[in-house]
């Protein structure tokens, strides 16, 4: 495993109030016994409230915070103790710190850059190349940093993450903020690294269309610990989120068709709307004359409404959606 972790926790100490003049110090854990096992070329989607523990678990990782408890490797190395190492094997992109120099065009920080990390020009040539082309930096290249719109900037700090090679690349809400062109040339450019299997990539967003985008697996945390380890498919299964067929109708019907393994979640003149259960899609249609039919529509299930609901209620069943990695998916502590 090209990341892994076992009962991985970070505490803080603060001071709470105790009366009106008074503050006593007390013991949170931000992060709260996380097992992780990423393999090598996955895209793993990290996602959870503010608060969760997502930002601390990847500062962890990265070697800028120590663990108060557990064991953590990356790239075969431990991030605290070998961080100048594990910094030439890796690449982040975390918020708002930058990685490029203000005062500088965009195409001195990324030869700067290559001083820094020592990379041989043949490298670094081609990488930039491959960087330029997909995220179509050659307008802005001359440009200094200070200038560059959000989303100009954002491109520029994803081709500094990556032209040193790393071998895995955190990225902490790579698309926010971001106008609509922006967020889908990065998108478009993340999704051509990950089908390379060359880059372990860990991404942290609160925009799940990034997930749902490029993340075939998903982990959510919740109160420092992981409460989902698996697919979107899973997370759907596992809180009971349903696809939706609606069928548009020439004419009127006496009364709509029951169907078993669905439930009529609406009826109106000329449309019917079905979430379905254990029912397909056919097992609605062989119910309505088909002398009727105009057109039928699946609408999948909203992302960002599950993961509300994982919040707020329990699991619509008790199978585990575990992934056979990072936490098995054990509900909310």
């Known amino acids: 495993m090209v990341i892994s972790a076992v009962g ?7 001071r709470v109030k105790a009366g009106r003049l008074r503050r006593v110090k007390r013991t949170v854990a931000a992060v709260d016994g996380v097992d992780i096992a990423v ?4 895209m793993v989607g990290y996602i959870g409230p503010n608060g969760a523990g997502k930002s601390t678990t990847l500062k962890m990782l990265t070697g800028v915070l120590t663990p108060s408890g557990g064991e953590v490797s990356v790239c075969g190395l431990s991030p605290v103790r070998q961080r100048t190492t594990l910094a030439r094997r890796i690449g982040v992109v975390f918020g708002q710190r930058s990685q490029l120099w203000w005062d500088l065009p965009l195409r001195e920080s990324f030869t700067l850059l290559r001083h820094v990390y020592r990379v041989p020009p043949a490298e670094h040539a081609a990488r930039l190349r491959t960087c330029r082309s997909l995220l179509d930096l ?4 001359d440009t200094p ?10 491109r520029g700090e994803l081709t ?11 990225l902490d809400e790579p698309t926010i903020g971001l106008d609509v062109v922006s967020r889908q040339a990065v998108r478009g450019f993340l999704s051509a690294l990950g ?36 697919t979107i498919e899973a997370l759907h299964a596992r809180y009971g989120s349903r696809r939706r067929v609606v069928v548009e109708l020439d004419g009127p019907l ?56 994982l919040y707020t209620e329990p699991p619509a069943a008790t199978t585990p959606a575990g992934h056979g990695g990072l936490g098995a998916a054990t509900g909310a502590p």
């Open 8 to 14: 991985l926790r970070k505490e803080f100490t603060v």
């Open 39 to 42: 393999a090598r070329g996955e």
């Open 138 to 141: 050659d307008p802005f290249l």
């Open 145 to 154: 940093v200070r200038q560059l719109s959000l989303g100009q900037r954002m």
């Open 160 to 170: 500094a993450a990556l032209l040193h090679g790393p071998e895995v690349l955190f």
């Open 195 to 230: 089908a390379t299997g060359d880059v372990t990539l860990v991404l942290t967003t609160h925009d799940l269309a990034d997930i749902e985008k490029l993340c075939k697996r998903l982990l959510v945390i919740d109160h420092g610990r992981v409460v989902h380890d698996g």
């Open 254 to 309: 006496e009364a709509p068709p029951e169907v078993p393994g669905a439930s009529l979640a609406a009826a109106e003149p000329g449309r019917l709307a079905y979430d379905l259960e254990t029912a397909t899609v056919g097992d609605v249609l062989t119910r309505l004359p088909g002398a009727l039919l105009r057109d039928v529509a699946i609408v999948e299930p909203d992302i960002e409404d599950v993961v509300a609901r």
